[in-house]
């Protein structure tokens, strides 16, 4: 029965991530890194964890009227921008959604406010990069 079973050891899920042979989504890929980590450092995951520093986010969802993930390489200049006004002390995430016509802009920073501004100044940046490849975000 499998609830005789007990749960995998991260050594057993690093061998099981191993011998995959096909590409793994990004999330799939962070929980190898991951399962790596607590396996290489011998310190069960809630020691490891301890450290990471919780940031407020701003989550934008830009509208744009066809999906087109190359709209993230002509604001490329203002992902940089954004990346350098934060420095160390934030990241920007842009991703243009799988299905869907829009880009998600997400800012973490020490505060709401330190990423509220990089995160509308992103947003506006991808409706202008959106209307210039003859799109208009609605």
Known sequence: RPSDRLPPTPAEIRAALDAQTVPLPAEAATGRVIADLVVRSGRP???LAGVVRR???VLLNVEVARRDPAILD???ADV???EQTLGDEGRVLPAAHGTEPLVRVM???PTEGRARAPADRLARAIR???AVRGDTDG
Do not use: G, H, Y
Request: aromatic share 0%; no cysteine.
């Open 80 to 82: 940089a921008a954004a």
């Open 107 to 109: 800012v973490e920073a």
């Open 45 to 47: 995951l809630s020691e």
């Open 128 to 130: 202008n990069a959106a």
């Open 74 to 76: 002509a604001v490329a």
């Open 55 to 57: 940031l407020p986010q």
